[in-house]
């Protein structure tokens, strides 16, 4: 009986005294929905820099991308043509799926490196990407005739060079914003000079 009074006396107190007494409460500025929604896609990469990294599911890929989850200062994106196999990859050498999200990307196709780029946008929220290591590549030497992709390209052309250009022009606005930015191009045989598919292809270009 004694709190129902108390709690009588407070909300008549409330409603009694005059309103220039909560004048004080006109300062309290709440947050606004857009910073709400900016602190909820900020906060789900921590303080942690996001990269990303094609062809992660093998190779140089999987290997980079498990260092950086073992260093724990990183959100990698990894970019795969095949969900599937990158999924059992994942949990094959358990990787933490609360700082690594596979995406679709399949570089023979224009169109799919524009869907990757705008998947990352909305991922990234208001976010900047830190990193990006562009390492997925084909390698086809003694392949005797031409493969080409849905653009009309040869394969390795497009996989190799066009698309790791359009999706690195794509993503650096995405990084204006990060304090230290980084763009990677992965090297790879082909840039021997002592290789079939590389620079022993006659005649070698003297470039010096």
Not at 8 to 34: C, D, E, F, R, T
Not at 40 to 61: A, E, M, P, Y
Not at 104 to 127: I, P, Q, T, W
Not at 172 to 201: L, Q
Request: charged letters at 20%; one cysteine or more; a positive charge.
């Amino acid at each position: 009986m004694f709190m129902l009074r108390c709690g009588l006396v407070l909300i008549l107190q409330a409603l009694l005294q005059p309103a220039h007494g909560y004048a004080w409460m006109a300062k309290i500025k709440a947050p606004s929905l857009m910073n709400l929604r900016k602190m909820q896609k900020g906060s789900k990469f921590g303080d942690k820099k996001i990269v990303v990294i094609t062809g992660t599911s093998s190779g140089l890929g999987k290997a980079a991308t498990k260092a950086l989850l073992r260093a724990g200062d990183y959100h990698v994106v990894g970019a795969v043509r095949d969900l599937e196999k990158m999924k059992i990859v994942a949990e094959l050498e358990g990787f933490d799926m609360d700082r690594f999200t596979p995406m679709y990307l399949d570089l023979a196709s224009f169109e799919s490196v524009h869907n990757f780029a705008k998947d990352l946008d909305k991922f990234r929220g208001d976010r900047p990407v830190d990193r990006l290591v562009c390492n997925a590549a084909v390698y086809q030497p003694t392949l005797s005739y031409p493969k080409w992709t849905v653009d009309g390209h040869e394969q390795q052309l497009q996989i190799n060079y066009l698309s790791q250009f359009l999706l690195t022009s794509k993503v650096m606005p995405m990084m204006t914003e990060s304090d230290d930015a980084r763009v990677c191009m992965i090297g790879s045989v082909t840039g021997n000079d002592n290789t079939v598919g590389g620079g022993g292809v006659y005649p070698i270009a003297d470039l010096k």
